[in-house]
């Protein structure tokens, strides 16, 4: 993500956990035996846990899918989905 500040994040482009580039590879917490890995004190300050986005993300797009205008999830959003 280019311009993660705009969404309310400070880092869009490296994980806030992890190894590797970017820290995309899953090894928080040890997994795979990988003993050496990064975590970072905010987690709420990153887009990507790991290769994943973290919670604050889905939160912010599951309002977008459930509350948006038509422009935006078109042809409905979730809620007008399930009013039906």
């Not at 975590?39 to 994943?52: A, G, K, M, P, R």
């Not at 912010?60 to 979730?78: C, D, E, M, R």
Request: a positive charge; one cysteine or more; aromatic letters at 14%.
């Amino acid at each position: 993500m280019n311009n993660p500040s705009k969404y309310g994040f400070k880092e869009g482009k490296m994980a806030c956990c992890g190894s590797g580039p970017y820290r995309g590879h899953q090894t928080c917490g040890g997994k795979g035996g990988v003993k050496e890995f990064q975590l970072s004190d905010n987690v709420i300050e990153y887009v990507f846990f790991n290769n994943h986005p973290t919670e604050r993300v889905y939160n912010q797009v599951s309002k977008i899918w459930w509350n948006q205008t038509p422009n935006v999830t078109g042809p409905y959003n979730l809620k007008a989905l399930f009013e039906a």
